[in-house]
């Protein structure tokens, strides 16, 4: 079955301090995946995605299929970056469905 | 230009009753998903049209659950008999058109059922 694993429900660290939001999958085939985010009082939003292999608001994301996993990474923490954080895959013969982890709460503090 | 538009933004109802909670997609998106999430659980997909049919529905937990979107714009999910498990956050996106393109969020309806 497929199945996306955040292990971490609250990660907290200083400004300044890197970041490391983990994300494992299960999946026997070729995925997408996605990292959304949702600021306080906003609605959910794509942040980035495996295949655009870009940098938004200073993170990355490497997609390892290897070891299944699609850490989100950010070399220097900001106030701002807090949010709910999640990582979601989806099937390229499923339709767009997405599957989501169960969020990380990233708390920047200053 | 506007978002994703769900109303209401909160309902309370009692065990039993009916509730019908809409999705305003984008304008000009065809493809439509609702997903559901629980307290302190990520989104769990429910369902997902292209234009007026419902190209996948199976995410629906069961037969209580059934949505619409009769003229491919606008989304009703309807609850029959409602439970307290049913209480979640609803949530709507919308895409342009192909499964690949990106999903746009609606705000949520907060669902509780006393």
């Known amino acids: 079955a497929q199945r996306v694993t955040q292990p971490e429900k609250l990660l907290s660290v200083f400004k300044g301090a890197p970041v490391e939001l983990k994300c494992n999958y299960s999946y026997s085939g070729s995925p997408e995946l996605f990292w959304y985010v949702q600021y306080s009082r906003q609605r959910l939003q794509l942040l980035l995605r495996h295949i655009s292999r870009e940098s938004i608001k200073g993170f990355t994301a490497d997609l390892n299929k290897g070891e299944t996993s699609f850490h989100l990474k950010k070399p220097f923490a900001q106030e701002e970056d807090s949010a709910m954080y999640y990582c979601a895959l989806r099937h390229s013969n499923q339709g767009g469905k997405l599957i989501f982890g169960q969020g990380t709460e990233l708390s920047v503090k200053p | 230009g506007a978002g994703v538009s769900q109303t209401p933004s909160n309902k309370v109802t009692e065990k039993g009753k009916y509730v019908e909670l809409r999705c305003d997609p984008i304008s000009g998106h065809t493809a439509l998903y609702w997903y559901r999430q629980s307290l302190g659980q990520g989104p769990e997909f429910l369902i997902y049209?292209?234009?007026?049919?419902?190209?996948?529905d199976s995410g629906l937990p069961n037969d209580r659950f059934f949505a619409v979107r009769p003229e491919g714009s606008v989304s009703t999910l309807k609850i029959q008999r409602t439970e307290r498990g049913d209480s979640a956050v609803y949530l709507c996106?919308?895409?342009?058109?192909?499964?690949?393109?990106?999903?746009?969020f609606g705000p949520g309806t907060r669902l509780t059922v006393l």
């Open positions: 049209f292209q234009g007026t049919g419902a190209a996948d």
């Open positions: 996106a919308s895409s342009p058109s192909d499964v690949t393109d990106t999903q746009y």
